[in-house]
């Protein structure tokens, strides 16, 4: 899989965030920012990110580090 097509997939999963991958092949490094992840706990955040890949996790992907903020919280990284 491309780095493009994985954030292809990701911003069309979670429409208005800003996502940022790093790799190709099958591992990756991820940044996504969403307003969506306002309240919801990290873990939250990240099930709605591999929630947006399906079944690609394991065949297409093989290892996603993903990160994940809010507006709010990127703009004081």
Known sequence: M???????LIGSGIPGSEVIIRGDGDHFDAVVVSERFSGL?????????????????GREIHALALKTYTPEEWARQ
């Open 2 to 8: 491309q780095a493009s097509a994985l954030q292809e």
């Open 41 to 57: 706990t990290m873990v939250q955040q990240h099930q709605l990110v591999y929630g947006t890949l399906g079944d690609r996790m």
